[in-house]
Every structure is written in structure tokens, then in C-alpha cells.
């Protein structure tokens, strides 16, 4: 019952924005990813992330790179 009022109440209203935001909060899940490559920890993700990255880049042009980085 809430979940058709509200979505009533925002088609009245031809409010679009709270129309789809009440939806996507009812009808939609949300899967959040919390395990890449086994492990589980936000920081140390961040950090293979970082590092992953780090090792993969080669500037287009060392003299740019370097004047961006200072």
C-alpha cells in the first residue's frame, strides 16, 4: 500500500524525479560488490587498485607527465 501511494502521490504530482526514485528504492536491487580477487578489505582493494594502475601507465610523453605531477 505504501509503495503504490507514494508512486500515486509522485504521478499526481507529475513529479518525474521522486516517481523514479521511489521506484528504483521499491523494485530495484542494489547488489554491492564487497569481494574482488578474494579479498574483502576496502583499503587494501584501494590499494591493488592503485597499484595495479601505477604499473600499467606509460605517459604519452614523460615531459608532460612529470609537469602534471608537480
Not at 504521478?11 to 554491492?32: G, M, N, V
Not at 576496502?42 to 604519452?60: G, H, L, V
Amino acid at each position: 500500500m505504501t509503495y503504490t501511494n507514494e508512486l500515486h502521490e509522485a504521478l499526481i504530482t507529475k513529479d518525474r524525479p521522486s516517481f523514479w526514485k521511489c521506484w528504483r528504492s521499491k523494485f530495484e536491487l542494489h547488489k554491492k560488490c564487497s569481494e574482488i580477487e578474494g579479498c574483502v578489505n576496502d583499503e587494501i582493494i584501494a590499494e591493488n587498485f592503485a597499484k595495479y594502475f601505477s604499473q600499467i601507465y606509460t605517459p604519452n610523453s614523460a615531459q608532460r607527465a612529470s609537469s602534471l605531477y608537480n
